[in-house]
């Protein structure tokens, strides 16, 4: 089983940047794409980015684009979201998620198979 577990959150103010983490074992995490998804209560998950094994593809959503990055760092088995320019409607719980492969989307919530805990983002105005 692969764990994953988010951290990095808090409470910033707009403008502000937050590098958030998401930290693997249990498995071969170089294996894995691995993507942050993001949850304000009432709404839909939401993609935010994600990185290919390699790390040399990314995916971003238009919401996030020229603000937030996303690496790894496969030799500390972890993936770094970091975020920038933070807007109050960034302000979510942040999800990393993480599948040996992907069938259709990297956007799809649903392709991903491991799923950590979250960690809570949010930006004051």
């Known amino acids: 089983q692969m764990q994953l577990v988010e951290s990095g959150g808090g409470l910033v103010q707009a403008g502000g940047s937050l590098r958030l983490s998401c930290a693997a074992s249990g498995r071969t995490f170089s294996a894995y794409v691995v993507a942050w998804f993001r949850q304000t209560p009432g709404k839909d998950r939401e993609f935010v980015a994600a990185i290919a094994r390699s790390g040399d593809s990314t995916y971003y959503a238009d919401s996030v684009k020229g603000r937030f990055t996303i690496s790894r760092d496969n030799a500390k088995n972890t993936v770094y979201l970091q975020t920038n320019s933070l807007k109050p409607e960034d302000t979510a719980v942040y999800y990393c998620?993480?599948?040996?492969?992907?069938?259709?989307?990297?956007?799809?919530?649903?392709?991903?198979?491991?799923w950590g805990q979250g960690t809570q983002v949010t930006v004051s105005s």
């Open positions: 998620a993480a599948v040996y492969s992907i069938s259709r989307s990297y956007y799809y919530a649903n392709e991903y198979e491991y």
